[in-house]
Structures are given as C-alpha cells and as structure tokens.
C-alpha cells in the first residue's frame, strides 16, 4: 500500500514536471493588459512597497473591488524578486500548476487514485484555465482555493486535525475574490452533514475564520460607508429579476463549452447523470457546488468567460468519474483505467496543440502603452515624481499607471489645450491626429518618444 501511494506521488510530480513549460514558458514576454493584470499587478506592487494589505491603493485612490488575498500573495513574490510581467503572472502561474496536485488529490478523495491521476493530465487542456493561469489575474488562484478548500473539508470529515488548514484554505478563498466564494457553502454543508466532529474541535477553526475573514470585513465597513453597496455590486454584476434567462443560460452554456473544450457535454452530463448513477455522495458534492456556482450567472447579463473557470475541473472530475464507474459496471476496473487515462492524454494532447500555439509560443510583444510609459517615468531631467500625473489620451490608465509609476488621468474629450497651457510640468501620452484635429500648435509641446501610432510629449511652456 505504502510503495502504490508512493508510485502515485512520483506520478503526480512526473505530470507537474511535464506540464510546467506550460504555465511559465514566455511567461513575461508581452506587455501587460490593462485591464486587468496591469490595475492588479499596481495594486500588489503598492502592497510590497508599503507592506500594508490592509488598505489597497491603485491609481492615488483607495480600492475596494476586491480582498486583499491574491493580491498579497503576488506582492510576496514582487517584493522578492521585483515587478516584471513574469513576476506579477507567477501567483497564478504556480497556483494554477498546483492546482493540478489538488485536482489529483481531491480526484482520489471523492473516487480513487486513476480518476485522480487523469483529471489531472486533463485539466491543462481547459483553455481559460490554461490562459488565466498565464496572467496575472485573480480567477486561477480562485480555483486552487476551491479545490483545496473541497479538498481539505472532505479530510476533515473524516479527521478533525483538517480542520484548522481547511479554515485557512477557506480564509483564503473568501478573501481572493468579491462574494462568489459564498458559492462553496451548500457543498460544504452536504460535506459536514452528520460528521462525528465534535462543536469543541469544530469551533476553534471556526472562531478563526471569523476573526480573518469578519475582522476584514467589519474593518471596511467602518472605513468605508459606501462599502456593503460597492461589494454587492461588484460581486453581484448585473442581478436582476428581469433578465433575459434563456439568453443568459445561452450566453453562460457558450462560454463554459468554449472555456473547457471538448470536457463540456461529458462533464455536464455527469453532473446532471452521475448523482442517479451512483449512490455515492462524491456526485452530489459536484453537482451542489456546479449548480450553486451557475445559476446565479442565469439572473445576471454581465457574466463572462472567465468568471466561470472554477467549474472546469469540477466538469473534468465528474465526467472522468462518471465514465470510469460505467465501464467498471459494465466491463472491467481495468478496461475502465485505461480508458480514462487515453481519453485524458489523447484530449489534452489534442487541445494543448491549440494552445501552445495561440498563447504560449508566441512572439514577444511589448505594447506601445508599455514603452511609452516607461519613457515618461525615466524622463528624469524634469525632476518630477511619481505624484506628479501622467495624461493618456486613451483607456489605458492600468497599464500607464503600472508602466510609469506615476497617477495617471485620463484626458476628457476637448480638453488637451487646456492641459498643455497649464503651470505645472505634464507628461501627455496621445496621438499627433488628435494634436492636429485640436490645432494645436507644434511650438506648445516637446515629443518626447513616439511608437507606432501614439506620441509622449511635454507641454513647451515648462521647459528650462
């Protein structure tokens, strides 16, 4: 027993020493979007400047869009090794290859060891939560916590020591992301129903998360007035009664089969078949938390593809169960290993080729908001500081912000003469179209650096 845990370890480092390349190869080799990985990677980097968690700041303001967890964790690294593209990714880089040892596990809790093993070889073939895990956002390290907290309260059902690192697992994904860890509870409830822990050893941990999570929250109650609004808001986009929820279903159904490839109609039908397939509970717990996760997305038109990637491994473990207990009904155990396992490789081999190719092995690319940014932060000779604002013509104010280190204000349409006939010393990222639509003369300005179609200039009035 001790040499097959051993040989299934071995396996499972064997896998993650595969798929590597695939989640830091070129990982730092473009320019960071605006939006989000470029506002995100300034909110963690202010973090390991200042060492405040707490309070987040993006932009000269206060942010409140979201916990400050992930966040943390990409400062953690960006204090430690600096705030380049590859640094900011690689949160979600490691979280989402980590995620394929907790898929395994978790796999092997609710079924066995080779259902384990195949979800994850499969679970790099999701798209989304492959090109998530290559950027520096917060969806994949989401995930992990979703599947580590499952995880971890099917352990501690079993024995109570799980529960402290349950606990903190949850305090984790409760504050990664704005109200959607909420989704987890009816699934932890089912888990819990009728366990022997007892309320002393269940209330320590307890108490805990409480105190992490509660303390967080109560702390920006009281900061901020406006706060309970903006969460709700945030974390419930676009919920409304009056929706269209045949559209929403329809729109929620493309973007859960685009984002997880061919795993979508062997996983949805698993979640819906597997509970009446088989009397254990492993089906129910899947089908609990894809339900409660999905449904609230039918009310709302402001989903998107992204939002959904935490179903992906939940639909590769249950189709993958589902079809292993089938033919192991019908056939053999073997039979039914070995189809599951050519079913993960020959899928996964199928749809990495798609990948490799679309995102990973690509070209460099280094954006003109990125280049131009950079140059108005090195322009030294002005002495000014990162207080003093940087003007874009254009709706690229993370990745200016992130780029330059400076606050960034986005020019209002008409307005430009205005800023260039200020007293104090602007930096101006916009275009020469717009200069010569606005009749501006060239006397008024220095260009600074120019790339492709957008120009960095000085306003002339200011020069010694």
């Known amino acids: 027993m001790v040499n097959i845990e051993k040989r299934f370890n071995l396996l499972v480092i064997l896998v993650l020493l595969i798929f590597s390349p695939l989640f830091f190869y070129k990982l730092g080799d473009s320019s960071l979007v605006s939006f989000d990985e470029a506002w995100y990677g300034s ?37 430690t090794f600096g705030d380049s593209e590859f640094w900011v990714r690689a949160t979600s880089a490691i979280l989402g290859l980590a995620s394929l040892a907790v898929v395994y596990f978790l796999g092997k809790e609710l079924f066995n060891r080779w259902i384990g093993l195949a979800s994850a070889i499969a679970l790099p073939s999701s798209f989304w939560f492959l090109f998530r895990a290559r950027s520096g956002n917060l969806d994949v390290p989401l995930t992990f916590f979703f599947l580590l907290s499952l995880l971890l309260i099917l352990k501690a059902a079993k024995n109570s020591k799980f529960l402290p690192p349950f606990f903190i697992s949850l305090s984790f994904l409760f504050l990664s992301k ?125 989903g998107h593809i992204w939002h959904l990637i935490p179903l992906h491994p939940i639909l590769i473990l249950a189709a993958l169960g589902l079809t292993f207990g089938f033919i192991k009904r019908i056939f053999s155990q073997k039979l039914a290993i070995g189809v599951i396992l050519l079913a993960s490789i020959y899928i996964s081999f199928m749809q990495l080729k798609i990948s490799w190719y ?7 690319y280094v954006s003109d908001e990125a280049i131009l940014s950079r140059k108005a932060a090195e322009y030294s000779y002005l002495q000014s500081s990162s207080a003093d604002p940087l003007y874009i013509d254009g709706d690229f104010i993370p ?24 007293e104090n010393i602007n930096l101006i990222i916009t275009y020469q179209w717009r200069l010569d639509e606005q009749k501006i003369k060239s006397s008024d300005y220095t260009i600074i650096g120019t790339d492709r179609d957008k120009i960095l200039l000085v306003n002339q009035i200011n020069l010694p």
Do not use: C
């Not at 963690?44 to 409140?64: E, H, K, V």
């Not at 990745?399 to 200020?422: D, P, W």
């Open 43 to 79: 909110i963690a980097r202010n973090i390991a400047q200042t060492g405040d968690f707490i309070n987040l700041t993006w932009n000269g303001s206060s942010y409140l869009d979201h916990p400050p967890a992930v966040f943390s964790l990409m400062a953690v690294l960006i204090k």
């Open 178 to 302: 704005t109200l959607v860890p909420l989704t987890i509870i009816p699934a932890l409830i089912l888990i819990f129903w009728k366990t022997k822990i007892s309320f002393k050893e269940f209330m320590g941990p307890l108490l805990m998360f409480i105190l992490i999570v509660g303390g967080w929250f109560l702390y920006q109650l009281s900061k901020e007035p406006n706060f309970l609004n903006h969460y709700l808001g945030i974390g419930l986009p676009g919920i409304k009664t009056e929706t269209n929820l045949g559209e929403n279903l329809r729109l929620m159904k493309e973007y859960l089969h685009s984002g997880v490839g061919k795993w979508f109609w062997p996983g949805v039908a698993a979640i819906f078949a597997g509970p009446f397939f088989s009397r254990s509970r492993s089906f129910w717990i899947l089908s609990l938390f894809f339900l409660s996760f999905f449904l609230p997305f039918i009310f709302s038109d402001k």
């Open 358 to 364: 679309q995102f990973i092995d690509v070209s460099k």
């Open 399 to 422: 990745s200016a912000n992130f780029y330059s280190g400076k606050v960034v204000q986005q020019i209002k349409r008409g307005t430009l003469t205005e800023i260039l006939k200020e």
